[in-house]
């Protein structure tokens, strides 16, 4: 099972870009989907971007333009890079894997079964 580790996150300035890692320490990496998602308190943790294990893409219609998301399966990782980072964009992000088969690309939690622990970033204005 997937075994999740995420990094790159800290405080930045708006208008800087950053790269956010996952490590997936587990097995078939290359059969996993891989999404990314972000919470803020108070609210419920939302959808950022996907790659499925045949390296379909979907992003968040509302998070467009900024954030692009990428995969290397011999590294076991994937990436979300931010650009032109907004203090709305302050939230933990969260890189989550599962073996999805079905039509369609997962974009919500439920279709995850695993998470990693997450890692903050922090935009100032």
């Known amino acids: 099972q997937a075994q999740l580790a995420e990094s790159g996150g800290g405080s930045v300035s708006a208008g800087d870009s950053l790269t956010l890692s996952c490590v997936d320490s587990?097995?078939?990496?290359?059969?996993?989907?891989m999404g990314w998602f972000r919470q803020t308190p108070g609210k419920d943790r939302e959808f950022v971007a996907t790659i499925t294990w045949s390296d379909e893409i979907l992003y968040s219609n509302s998070l467009l333009g900024r954030f692009t998301i990428s995969r290397d399966n011999a590294k076991n990782a994937v990436y979300l890079e931010i650009d032109n980072l907004k203090p709305e964009d302050t939230a933990v992000y969260y890189c989550?894997?599962?073996?999805?088969?079905?039509?369609?690309?997962?974009?919500?939690?439920?279709?995850?079964?695993?998470w990693g622990q997450g890692t903050q970033v922090t935009v100032s204005s």
């Open positions: 989550a894997a599962t073996q999805w088969r079905a039509r369609g690309v997962p974009s919500r939690t439920n279709d995850y079964p695993f």
């Open positions: 587990g097995h078939s990496f290359r059969d996993q989907t």
